[in-house]
């Protein structure tokens, strides 16, 4: 596997060596010993999700304040238009985001540290996302900051008006939302 930094180094862009031939293919999507090398991290995954959105669907942007979670997202059916949000305040990439098409077709991943806000856009009808978590599902704690926050100015790759949540409507302002230390 390669793993490759983004604009925010924390935040990594994963590569599998895939191994294809006229019958298909074949790729390790995860091996905790090469991922924790290649990535330089020591991470334990403990809870897996997965999710199924039709074409416009946009999810997010979530994060839990407390149990926060770090996540490894990856797409089985599909592409997605994946964001990762930095909200440590004490980070110097404060308020920044950044993106990376992960699609069946490409198998990349996406390591999104905890102390980031998450969300996706799904470019296709039948898109399935998995994403591994470093911690368990904590609806109290659970946050969401707008989609289309105006100071975050995200350049979701909109062509056509987005299908939301109310919950996701309903996010805070970047401005407004708890943020982690």
Known sequence: ???????????????????????????????????????????????????????????????????????LVRVVSGAIFDVAVDIRKSSPTFGQWVSCELSAQNKRQLWIPAGFAHGFLALEDGTEVLYKATDYYAPAHERSILWNDPDLAIGWDLTETPIISGKDQAGQLFKTAEVYA
Not at 2 to 23: A, C, K, Y
Not at 29 to 51: C, M, P, W
């Open 1 to 71: 596997m390669n793993s490759i930094p983004t604009e925010i180094p924390d935040v990594l862009i994963i590569e599998p060596h895939v191994f294809g031939d006229d019958r298909g293919f074949f790729f390790e999507s995860y091996n905790e010993q090469t991922f924790n090398e290649k990535a330089g991290l020591t991470i334990r995954f403990v809870q897996d999700n997965h999710s199924r959105s039709a074409k416009n669907v946009l999810r997010g942007l979530h994060y839990q304040i407390q149990h926060a979670q770090g996540k």
